[in-house]
């Protein structure tokens, strides 16, 4: 018997070192999509779920790589901050007797010290995830959704919203081999779902005309890529005429195992069917056919089940390509 207990001690020793290096380490994972539609390349860097977690003072160290990493376009998907800080933030405020401060950002110190720094390297584009979601889903924290948006854009960063936006030379980085005037052929879309489409314990049923609602329909001259957090309603971005998505939300499932993926959801559910990497789907057949493909990162930070087993941290890196591998202009 104390073979066991011991063997168990030192796995659960094992696990709980593999955590603390995890939860304070990220990798670079690079994907490459083509496309008949894309005129130009485009070099992107996607990043999710920072959750005001801090690679370094003032994220040095992500700073850093990825401006190494040369993107002509920076897209996030969401969840910057965590709610529950935000709450806690106005709960001392009410009990102070004080009320808030319209300049005080300390209840979103490394969002805003990331924002500031980040959209110094190449434009930037972002898509509100469920934390910053939430914020506007309870009357109390509505004003701290504003001077979230409000700070992020006086920084640089742009919000695409329910919205999109044809991807021309002159949203690119400075180094980016398009011409200002080229049109790339890519069009970004942002989509961001209601709450009722983050439950914890139900999937909210999501129909095609439900996003018909809240978003444009797609140029099927374009491509069209579509960021958004949730990755739960692949099937339905497709259907609805996406052409790449760009997803987070999940964390990478937690925990990562080989040849199984994450072990857990976000609502939560064991082994999901997304928790990262690539995922693609086929839709119609011959002529009609068409390839729906869903980038799906692991995401940078963590909350309240603060655990990275074989899952760092992750800058994925987007390149799209014209299909026949030669530059149009």
Same mark, same amino acid.
């Given at each position: 018997?104390?073979? /066991? =207990? ?11 070192? &593999?955590? $603390? =290096?995890?939860?304070?380490?990220? &990798? ?9 539609? =894309? ?5 992107? $860097?996607?990043?999710?779920?920072? @959750? ?21 376009? /920076? ?11 935000? %709450?806690? @933030?106005?709960? #001392? ?33 972002? &898509?509100?995830?469920? @934390? ?23 920084? +640089? /960063? ?27 052929? /890519? ?12 439950? #914890? %314990?139900? *999937? ?20 069209? $890529?579509?960021?958004? @957090?949730?990755? &739960? ?39 999901? *069917?997304?928790? +990262? ?7 119609? #057949? +011959?002529?009609? +056919? ?40």
């Amino acid at each position: 018997m104390r073979y /066991i =207990i011991a063997f168990i001690l030192i796995l659960a020793a094992f696990f709980v070192i &593999v955590m $603390v =290096i995890d939860n304070n380490r990220f &990798v670079v994972r690079e994907y490459a999509v083509s496309s008949p539609r =894309i005129r130009s390349p485009l070099r992107i $860097v996607f990043i999710a779920d920072l @959750h005001e977690k801090s690679y370094g003072a003032d994220n040095e160290k992500l700073i850093a790589r990825i401006r190494e990493l040369n993107p002509d376009l /920076i897209l996030i998907g969401g969840d910057l901050i965590v709610s529950a800080d935000v %709450f806690d @933030h106005y709960r #001392k405020m009410e009990k102070a007797g004080g009320s808030l401060d319209k300049d005080d950002r300390s209840w979103m110190p490394a969002s805003y010290s990331f924002a500031r720094r980040i959209a110094g390297i190449c434009p930037v584009w972002f &898509v509100r995830g469920n @934390h910053e979601i939430r914020l506007d889903h309870y009357d109390e924290l509505s004003e701290y959704g504003r001077i979230f948006q409000s700070a992020l854009e006086e920084a +640089g /960063i742009s919000f695409i919203g329910n919205g999109f936006r044809d991807i021309s030379g002159a949203d690119l980085g400075p180094g980016a081999k398009t011409a200002a005037d080229a049109d790339t052929g /890519i069009r970004l879309c942002g989509l961001e779902l209601p709450m009722e489409y983050y439950k #914890k %314990f139900k *999937k909210t049923s999501l129909s095609v005309d439900k996003i018909r609602e809240l978003i444009p329909e797609p140029d099927r001259s374009r491509y069209n $890529v579509l960021l958004t @957090h949730s990755p &739960v309603y692949f099937e339905q971005y497709v259907q609805w005429g996406a052409d790449l998505c760009l997803c987070g939300h999940v964390h990478g499932g937690l925990m990562r195992l080989p040849l199984i993926g994450g072990v857990m959801g976000t609502r939560p559910s064991l082994f999901p *069917k997304y928790s +990262g990497g690539r995922y693609s789907i086929q839709t119609g #057949k +011959g002529e009609d +056919g068409r390839e729906g493909v869903m980038v799906l990162t692991c995401g940078l930070g963590m909350h309240t089940l603060p655990i990275r087993i074989f899952n760092p941290g992750e800058i994925s890196v987007v390149c799209l390509k014209p299909s026949d591998g030669q530059q149009r202009e």
